[in-house]
Every structure is written in structure tokens, then in C-alpha cells.
């Protein structure tokens, strides 16, 4: 049986734009390698090769994007509906006497942390789950472990 991905309503936007990207590159690839398929006098024709590698890994791509968009749900919460911390929050914490963060607990394929948006299979994503306001985790770091407040949820 296989588990349907959760996806914010932005993030399942962002894996189709993605996809639909991947799916042209296919097609502009799958051109190229018909128009360099003539091999060179030694019988191998290295851009060729190197577009069907090229192919190949866009390819893989699709299949895994196409498989988690089949049967995936779209997260319907909206703010304030969150009680304890489960994928599609947002959390505030604040590491002990420093600066407070957010972040946005999501899936694999939509965890980017440039955006503060974090897997809920990451360490830190780990430790949030099923966490409520004021309560402490700690997080194994490369500097030791780190203990977290959560500040809010929404």
C-alpha cells in the first residue's frame, strides 16, 4: 500500500510547474538526441551520450514527481487550526536566550530551507511533530544537542 504525500497547496503548485518544466526538457531532449544520433568514424558519439544521461536523469525525475502527485492530498488548514505541531504548520521556536524562528513543517519534495520550510522527516522536523506550545525538544546538532522552546503554532 503506498502512503499519499501531504502537500501545502503552494508546494503541490510547485512540484507541477516543476513538472510541467521537466516534461519540456524531455521533449527538447528527446529532439537533440535524434539530431546527434549519427555516430562519429570511431562509432560512439559522446554528446549523444551525454544527452541520453542527460535524458535519463530527467526522466527518473518525472516518474518520482508523477508518483508523488498520484493520490497525494493537498493540506487544508488554515490558521489557527493547528493544536500541536503536524505537517502544513507553521512553528515559532526560540533556541534558549536567542532569536526566535519559523518554520513550515512540510513534505520531502517541498522542504526547502532557504524558505524556512523543513521536512518533517528532518531531525528538527522529527523532534516538532505532535509537540504543543511551550513544550521543549532537543535536537541532536553538530555541536551537541540543542534544546528548542515552541513559541507558536499556526
Do not use: W
Request: aromatic share 2%; net charge negative.
Amino acid at each position: 500500500m503506498t502512503q499519499s504525500t501531504l502537500f501545502t497547496k503552494d508546494g503541490y503548485q510547485k512540484i507541477k510547474d516543476e513538472l510541467a518544466l521537466l516534461e519540456q526538457k524531455r521533449e527538447h531532449l528527446v529532439t537533440q538526441v535524434e539530431e546527434v544520433a549519427q555516430p562519429d568514424e570511431s562509432g560512439q558519439d559522446g554528446l549523444a551520450q551525454q544527452l541520453k544521461e542527460e535524458l535519463e536523469l530527467v526522466l527518473e525525475k518525472i516518474d518520482k514527481l508523477e508518483t508523488a502527485l498520484n493520490g497525494s492530498k493537498i493540506l487544508n488548514q488554515k490558521k489557527g487550526d493547528c493544536q500541536t505541531v503536524e505537517l502544513g504548520c507553521q512553528v515559532k521556536i526560540k533556541l534558549t536566550d536567542q532569536d526566535e524562528q519559523v518554520f513550515q513543517i512540510v513534505d520531502n519534495l517541498e522542504a526547502d530551507p532557504s524558505q524556512n520550510k523543513i521536512s518533517h522527516q528532518s531531525p528538527i522536523g522529527q523532534a516538532l511533530l505532535g509537540k504543543k506550545i511551550n513544550d521543549q525538544i532537543e535536537v541532536d546538532a553538530p555541536v551537541g544537542k540543542v534544546t528548542y522552546k515552541i513559541i507558536s503554532i499556526n
